[in-house]
């Protein structure tokens, strides 16, 4: 792998029951990226995630991150990397506070670097006055961001978010978007973040990848995908038009 590219899948395939759920796919993420995305439901973003994860392995081709084969080193390659999921599971019994000691305990977080990381996460996801509520009293929105708040504990190199807004309200998930931005931005950490909420990530990535049925129909910033498909310059497109133009072309 080139020294600055973290994440790099070559033509990564997994089939279910025969049909690929993932077809092919190619694409690198550099340090420091904000790496969109982007589809429909059913287009294989769950999947890609699991093989970076090594959850699930690959039906064929390869995948790197940070230079591990996550089919191979599948611990190493979790020290490393902090997961998002798209449908988080809490221990509900505990406070949010608690979550975050557990997720300290479990990468070998102690002592008063434990407490300074867990302050900190509370204060940056705007947790600190319901850090000792139990989580089963949580909203939605709060849930989301004490998973966000785990990630950012562990301080992982980098963040997989699969559907970090899933079941927000758009003002909500406006502000979980410029969260993720403003503090990845800060830690100098590489995210790759699902979504099929186009014109946030739009605001929020560096770059943006869609797929659909399995296959990255496009990649690159929103100018280059504005110019490539649509045969414009500088004028602003937003993604929803990029993604319709692709959508009816596959
Ligand atoms: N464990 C599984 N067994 C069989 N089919 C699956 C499994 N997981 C996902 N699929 C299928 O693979 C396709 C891609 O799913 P998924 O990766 O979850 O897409 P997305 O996250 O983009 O919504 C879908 O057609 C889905 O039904
Ligand atoms: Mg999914």
Do not use: W
């Not at 089963?136 to 929105?141: D, E, H, L």
């Not at 969260?179 to 990845?184: A, E, F, K, Q, T």
Request: proline residues 4%; negative net charge; contains cysteine.
């Amino acid at each position: 792998m080139e020294p600055n590219i973290v994440i790099e899948a070559r033509d990564l395939t997994k089939n279910y029951n025969g049909r690929p759920a993932v077809d092919h796919l190619t694409f690198r993420i550099r340090e420091g990226e904000i790496f969109g995305f982007l589809g429909p439901n059913g287009a294989g973003k769950t999947t890609t995630l699991l093989m970076m994860l090594g959850l699930t392995e690959p039906s064929g081709g390869t995948v790197r991150v940070l230079g591990m084969d996550p089919a191979r080193e599948p611990i190493r390659v979790k020290r490393e990397i902090g997961y998002l999921q798209e449908n988080m599971g809490f221990y509900r019994d505990l406070t949010g506070r608690q979550s975050l000691q557990f997720i300290a305990d479990l990468n070998g977080i102690t002592g008063d670097e434990a407490d300074k990381r867990i302050e900190e996460a509370l204060e940056e996801v705007g947790l600190t006055a319901e850090a000792e509520k139990k989580v089963g009293a949580y909203s939605r929105g709060m849930r989301q961001r004490l998973g966000f708040a785990e990630i950012l504990v562990k301080a992982p190199k980098i963040a997989f978010l699969d559907e970090p807004t899933l079941g927000l309200d758009p003002e909500a998930t406006g502000r979980m978007m410029d969260l993720i931005r403003d503090l990845c931005t800060r830690r100098n950490m590489t995210v790759m973040l699902s979504s099929h909420l186009l014109h946030q990530a739009q605001r929020i990535c560096h770059r943006l990848g869609i797929m659909i049925h399995g296959r990255m129909v496009a990649e690159g910033t929103m100018e280059k995908l504005a110019a490539e498909k649509l045969g414009v310059g500088q004028e602003q497109y937003s993604l929803e038009e990029i993604y319709m133009k692709y959508f009816k072309e596959s």
